[in-house]
């Protein structure tokens, strides 16, 4: 609006500096007319630039004349999403970017269509409808986008992914990079080796090849142990090139966690040929949890909050059993895996948590930071 008055007075201020009176008079009362219909605005026009009536809004929907927001809810609703960059990027782009992996069976990897499938994927299809609850989005679009282990944390911290909907094991040095949601599952860490290879566990591996892929926890574990054992290590980009080494011998036995161990052997086309050999390469269990964008708790809250409805209403149970005692698409084949007494006891542990508790406590955060900034200011 500014510019507008700039560019037609400026050619009038021209005039009204000339030699002729009664332009000047002329001149000066349409000044002021234009200027006096300028700030005088109906209460309920709509300002230059906003959006037209038919235009779909991202934001919360408009309150009608006179009436006033619920105090409690929408002020806290409010305050929570302004307090969360990730709520907030999902709001203006109108769409939430999931990440998944190509072959992780059976949590996430792509079907025959290229299509994202298992159980990390579908648990964040249940976590996508509270998003949209938290936002007031009745249509959200999923963008699924393939990740690697080695760009997990990257993408997450440049905005490229709202949530990695894939097995990541919850570490320390992780922590410092993203953030974890609850966690949903553990596993441990073991060998993979070609039938009447010899092999019994790690210790045999003197002077063998151990493929691992470059960015797990299975890395890190075993080179913990290269230099007392002496085995030499293939560093490999992903599970589908790990297992494609040792397959062709060029790797003597492949170090990974037992489930996903389990996926890529039942998946091929002689499971027979390879077996799970040898102790955990740990004494505690690889808790997985889905990654999220790190400082922001109001964000975090939501997602958990969707997780403890997944582990208190059964739904949790029942997605373990459609991927892991189901034939799994699109191979077809049956990992017969019963959830073990440590992953009942996560889901056990994580239902008994609130989401109503937990969106207070962000909400908490969220007012208490505002306030910090406030006085910073």
């Given amino acids: 609006m500014t510019l507008f008055f700039c560019r037609i007075f400026r050619p009038l201020h021209v005039l009204m500096a000339g030699q002729h009176a009664p332009i000047r008079q002329v001149l000066r009362h349409l000044l002021a007319a234009t200027v006096g219909l300028a700030c005088v605005v109906p209460a309920g026009a709509a300002p230059i630039g906003a959006p037209m009536a038919s235009a779909p809004e991202l934001t919360a929907p408009a309150l009608a004349p ?7 809810e929408a002020d806290a609703g409010d305050t929570l999403t302004t307090a969360s960059p990730t709520l907030e990027r999902i709001r203006q782009r ?9 072959s992780a069976v059976p949590f996430s990897f792509a079907d025959k269509h290229e299509q994202p499938q ?4 579908a648990m964040c299809q249940k976590i996508v409808p509270a998003i949209q609850r938290e936002l007031g989005l009745p249509h959200l679009v999923r ?17 490229a992914i709202d949530i990695d909907c894939a097995p990541s ?3 320390p040095e992780r922590a410092e990079q993203v953030a974890f949601s609850l966690p949903y599952y553990a596993a441990h860490v073991r060998l993979m080796v070609r039938r009447g290879s010899g092999i019994g566990s790690i210790d045999a591996m003197r002077g063998l090849r151990l493929v691992v892929v470059q960015g797990t926890t299975a890395e890190r574990l075993v080179r913990a142990r290269q230099a007392e054992i002496g085995f030499q290590l293939l560093m490999a980009r992903d599970y589908d090139e790990a297992f494609h080494l040792l397959r062709e011998r060029r790797g003597q036995a492949l170090a990974l966690d037992d489930v996903l161990l389990q996926g890529l052997r039942t998946t091929t086309k002689t499971p027979d040929a390879f ?5 955990p390469l740990a004494d505690t269990p690889e808790y997985y949890a889905l990654v999220l964008r790190k400082d922001d708790p109001a964000f975090k ?8 409805e997944l582990f208190r209403s059964g739904e949790m149970a029942r997605l373990q059993g459609r991927w892991f005692q189901n034939p799994t698409p699109p191979y077809g084949v049956n990992l017969h895996m019963l959830p073990s007494p440590e992953v009942q006891a996560l889901w056990e542990a994580g239902g008994q948590a609130s989401p109503q508790a937990s969106r ?14 406030s006085r910073q200011e």
Avoid: C, F
């Fill in 94 to 102: 109108g769409r939430i970017e999931l990440g998944y992996r190509q």
């Fill in 301 to 308: 809250a939501v997602v958990d909050a969707a997780l403890v």
């Fill in 143 to 159: 963008v699924p986008v393939r990740v690697i282990e080695q760009m997990r944390a990257p993408l997450v911290k440049g905005d």
């Fill in 169 to 171: 094991t919850v570490t």
């Fill in 275 to 279: 077996r799970v050999v040898g102790p």
């Fill in 360 to 373: 207070r406590e962000s909400r908490q955060e969220a007012h208490q930071e505002a306030h910090q900034e």
């Fill in 66 to 72: 006179n009436s006033a927001p619920a105090p409690a």
């Fill in 118 to 121: 298992g159980l990390a994927w």
